[in-house]
Protein backbone atom coordinates (compact mmCIF):
# COMPACT_ATOMS: atom_id res chain seq x y z
CA UNK A 1 0.00 0.00 0.00
CA UNK A 2 1.14 3.18 -0.98
CA UNK A 3 0.27 6.15 0.81
CA UNK A 4 1.66 9.82 -0.69
CA UNK A 5 1.34 13.23 0.59
CA UNK A 6 4.26 13.85 -1.59
CA UNK A 7 3.58 13.18 -5.21
CA UNK A 8 6.28 14.75 -7.06
CA UNK A 9 8.58 12.95 -9.40
CA UNK A 10 12.25 13.18 -7.93
CA UNK A 11 14.50 11.66 -11.21
CA UNK A 12 14.02 10.08 -14.40
CA UNK A 13 14.13 5.97 -13.96
CA UNK A 14 17.46 6.34 -16.64
CA UNK A 15 19.16 9.15 -14.39
CA UNK A 16 19.23 6.25 -11.03
CA UNK A 17 21.41 3.63 -10.28
CA UNK A 18 20.05 -0.13 -11.22
CA UNK A 19 19.66 -2.84 -8.26
CA UNK A 20 20.96 -6.68 -8.54
CA UNK A 21 17.74 -8.34 -9.78
CA UNK A 22 18.59 -10.54 -6.97
CA UNK A 23 18.94 -8.02 -4.22
CA UNK A 24 16.05 -8.59 -1.64
CA UNK A 25 15.17 -5.52 0.05
CA UNK A 26 13.23 -4.51 3.39
CA UNK A 27 11.76 -1.35 3.72
CA UNK A 28 11.95 0.11 8.00
CA UNK A 29 10.53 2.83 9.13
CA UNK A 30 8.45 4.20 12.06
CA UNK A 31 7.41 7.48 13.45
CA UNK A 32 9.46 9.29 15.09
CA UNK A 33 10.21 7.91 18.46
CA UNK A 34 9.18 4.86 17.38
CA UNK A 35 12.47 3.03 17.42
CA UNK A 36 13.30 2.20 14.43
CA UNK A 37 16.96 3.19 14.78
CA UNK A 38 17.04 0.44 17.92
CA UNK A 39 15.68 -2.02 15.63
CA UNK A 40 17.94 -1.40 12.58
CA UNK A 41 21.15 -1.49 14.76
CA UNK A 42 20.26 -5.06 15.92
CA UNK A 43 19.34 -6.02 12.34
CA UNK A 44 23.11 -5.03 11.50
CA UNK A 45 24.22 -7.51 13.97
CA UNK A 46 23.09 -10.49 12.31
CA UNK A 47 25.59 -9.21 9.37
CA UNK A 48 22.76 -7.78 7.42
CA UNK A 49 23.46 -4.43 5.51
CA UNK A 50 21.43 -1.35 7.05
CA UNK A 51 21.25 2.00 5.52
CA UNK A 52 19.77 4.78 6.68
CA UNK A 53 18.82 7.83 4.72
CA UNK A 54 19.01 10.20 7.96
CA UNK A 55 22.88 8.96 8.03
CA UNK A 56 23.02 9.86 4.15
CA UNK A 57 21.00 13.11 4.78
CA UNK A 58 23.85 14.67 7.49
CA UNK A 59 26.40 13.34 4.98
CA UNK A 60 24.84 15.24 2.21
CA UNK A 61 24.74 18.65 4.84
CA UNK A 62 27.87 18.26 6.38
CA UNK A 63 30.84 20.68 5.53
CA UNK A 64 31.94 18.81 2.38
CA UNK A 65 28.33 17.69 1.53
CA UNK A 66 27.19 17.17 -2.10
CA UNK A 67 23.99 19.41 -1.06
CA UNK A 68 25.51 22.03 0.63
CA UNK A 69 26.17 24.16 -2.99
CA UNK A 70 22.86 24.01 -4.31
CA UNK A 71 21.40 24.47 -0.26
CA UNK A 72 23.47 27.74 -0.48
CA UNK A 73 22.61 28.90 -3.66
CA UNK A 74 18.93 28.37 -3.10
CA UNK A 75 19.10 29.48 0.71
CA UNK A 76 22.41 31.64 0.46
CA UNK A 77 24.90 31.74 2.60
CA UNK A 78 23.07 32.09 5.87
CA UNK A 79 22.02 28.29 5.87
CA UNK A 80 25.54 27.20 5.93
CA UNK A 81 27.27 27.37 9.87
CA UNK A 82 31.24 28.74 9.91
CA UNK A 83 32.25 25.19 9.19
CA UNK A 84 30.35 24.87 6.26
CA UNK A 85 28.10 22.43 7.18
CA UNK A 86 24.18 22.81 7.70
CA UNK A 87 22.97 24.87 9.83
CA UNK A 88 19.99 22.76 11.10
CA UNK A 89 18.65 24.82 13.84
CA UNK A 90 18.26 28.00 11.11
CA UNK A 91 16.77 25.50 8.26
CA UNK A 92 14.18 24.05 10.84
CA UNK A 93 13.21 27.49 11.59
CA UNK A 94 13.22 28.76 8.24
CA UNK A 95 10.81 26.03 6.50
CA UNK A 96 8.98 25.95 9.60
CA UNK A 97 5.01 25.98 8.70
CA UNK A 98 6.33 27.29 5.11
CA UNK A 99 5.32 24.89 2.37
CA UNK A 100 7.15 26.65 -0.33
CA UNK A 101 10.43 26.64 1.65
CA UNK A 102 10.34 22.94 2.66
CA UNK A 103 9.55 22.25 -1.29
CA UNK A 104 12.61 24.23 -1.81
CA UNK A 105 14.57 22.17 0.74
CA UNK A 106 13.20 18.66 -0.20
CA UNK A 107 13.83 19.20 -3.91
CA UNK A 108 17.33 19.64 -3.47
CA UNK A 109 17.58 16.84 -0.89
CA UNK A 110 15.37 14.37 -1.80
CA UNK A 111 17.18 12.98 -5.20
CA UNK A 112 20.34 13.34 -3.84
CA UNK A 113 19.10 10.88 -1.29
CA UNK A 114 17.70 8.29 -3.14
CA UNK A 115 20.75 8.24 -5.83
CA UNK A 116 22.57 7.48 -2.82
CA UNK A 117 20.71 5.03 -1.47
CA UNK A 118 19.94 3.04 -4.57
CA UNK A 119 24.45 3.57 -5.09
CA UNK A 120 24.80 1.90 -1.11
CA UNK A 121 22.62 -0.56 -2.29
CA UNK A 122 23.77 -1.76 -5.37
CA UNK A 123 26.79 -2.97 -3.60
CA UNK A 124 25.34 -4.68 -1.32
CA UNK A 125 26.46 -8.65 -0.67
CA UNK A 126 24.02 -9.13 2.32
CA UNK A 127 21.37 -12.38 2.26
CA UNK A 128 19.25 -8.82 2.39
CA UNK A 129 19.14 -5.18 2.66
CA UNK A 130 17.63 -3.10 5.24
CA UNK A 131 16.26 0.59 3.73
CA UNK A 132 15.84 3.14 6.59
CA UNK A 133 13.28 5.44 5.88
CA UNK A 134 11.40 7.84 8.12
CA UNK A 135 8.66 9.15 5.32
CA UNK A 136 8.78 5.80 3.43
CA UNK A 137 5.16 5.91 2.53
CA UNK A 138 4.42 9.65 3.18
CA UNK A 139 7.23 10.09 0.00
CA UNK A 140 6.65 7.03 -2.33
CA UNK A 141 9.52 7.15 -4.22
CA UNK A 142 11.47 4.06 -2.79
CA UNK A 143 8.48 1.61 -3.06
CA UNK A 144 9.66 0.42 -6.21
CA UNK A 145 13.02 -0.92 -4.84
CA UNK A 146 11.73 -2.97 -1.67
CA UNK A 147 10.68 -6.25 -1.32
CA UNK A 148 8.50 -5.77 2.05
CA UNK A 149 8.00 -3.22 4.13
CA UNK A 150 8.29 -3.18 8.50
CA UNK A 151 6.91 -0.64 10.68
CA UNK A 152 8.05 -0.04 14.32
CA UNK A 153 5.33 0.92 16.51
CA UNK A 154 4.36 2.34 19.78
CA UNK A 155 1.54 4.65 20.74
CA UNK A 156 2.24 8.10 20.20
CA UNK A 157 2.19 8.90 23.60
CA UNK A 158 5.14 6.69 24.12
CA UNK A 159 6.47 8.53 20.99
CA UNK A 160 6.94 11.77 22.46
CA UNK A 161 8.06 10.83 25.95
CA UNK A 162 11.24 8.94 24.16
CA UNK A 163 11.37 12.02 21.71
CA UNK A 164 11.19 14.64 25.03
CA UNK A 165 13.66 12.45 26.82
CA UNK A 166 16.40 11.90 23.53
CA UNK A 167 16.22 15.27 22.61
CA UNK A 168 14.71 17.45 24.98
CA UNK A 169 11.98 19.02 22.66
CA UNK A 170 9.33 20.15 23.88
CA UNK A 171 5.86 18.51 23.60
CA UNK A 172 4.94 20.98 21.21
CA UNK A 173 7.97 20.61 18.96
CA UNK A 174 7.27 16.80 18.91
CA UNK A 175 3.86 16.65 17.81
CA UNK A 176 4.87 19.19 14.65
CA UNK A 177 6.97 17.13 13.84
CA UNK A 178 4.53 13.92 14.08
CA UNK A 179 2.18 15.96 12.45
CA UNK A 180 4.19 15.86 8.73
CA UNK A 181 4.27 12.08 9.43
CA UNK A 182 1.39 9.78 8.83
CA UNK A 183 -0.78 9.11 11.89
CA UNK A 184 -0.26 5.85 13.57
CA UNK A 185 -3.26 4.55 12.03
CA UNK A 186 -2.32 5.31 8.42
CA UNK A 187 1.00 3.95 8.70
CA UNK A 188 0.17 0.54 10.37
CA UNK A 189 -2.63 -0.02 7.41
CA UNK A 190 0.19 0.58 5.01
CA UNK A 191 2.83 -1.46 6.49
CA UNK A 192 2.95 -5.64 5.55
CA UNK A 193 5.06 -6.11 8.82
CA UNK A 194 4.72 -4.71 12.46
CA UNK A 195 7.45 -4.82 15.54
CA UNK A 196 5.79 -3.70 18.75
CA UNK A 197 7.71 -1.44 20.55
CA UNK A 198 5.49 -0.68 23.43
CA UNK A 199 7.46 -2.47 26.05
CA UNK A 200 11.68 -2.81 26.65
CA UNK A 201 14.22 -3.16 24.64
CA UNK A 202 14.48 -7.05 25.11
CA UNK A 203 11.21 -7.08 24.02
CA UNK A 204 12.24 -5.03 20.72
CA UNK A 205 15.17 -7.36 19.98
CA UNK A 206 13.89 -10.54 20.27
CA UNK A 207 11.39 -9.31 17.87
CA UNK A 208 13.43 -7.87 15.05
CA UNK A 209 15.61 -11.50 15.78
CA UNK A 210 13.02 -13.27 14.60
CA UNK A 211 11.55 -11.30 11.74
CA UNK A 212 15.41 -11.56 10.50
CA UNK A 213 14.92 -15.15 10.01
CA UNK A 214 11.69 -14.73 8.59
CA UNK A 215 13.39 -12.42 5.90
CA UNK A 216 16.34 -14.73 5.04
CA UNK A 217 13.64 -17.35 4.34
CA UNK A 218 11.50 -15.13 2.11
CA UNK A 219 15.03 -13.47 0.68
CA UNK A 220 16.27 -17.23 -0.06
CA UNK A 221 12.84 -18.11 -1.68
CA UNK A 222 12.94 -14.87 -3.89
CA UNK A 223 16.54 -16.17 -4.84
CA UNK A 224 15.29 -19.44 -6.20
CA UNK A 225 12.75 -17.99 -8.08
CA UNK A 226 15.43 -16.10 -10.39
Known sequence: ILISKRNRPLLSPASLPTLPVHLWVLGLTGGIGSGKSAAAAHFATFGIAVI????????????????????????????????????????????????????????????LILTQSLQQLSQVTTPYAVLVVPLLFELGHYTPYLSRTLVVDCAEQQQIERVQQRSGLTVE??????????????????????????????????????????????????????
Open 173 to 226: QVQAIMANQLTRAQRLAAAQDVIDNSKDLSHLLLQVEQKHHYYLALAKQAASRL
Open 52 to 111: DTDVIAHQLTSAEGMAMPALEAVFGHECRLADGALNRTWMRQRVFNQPEEKQKLEQVLHP
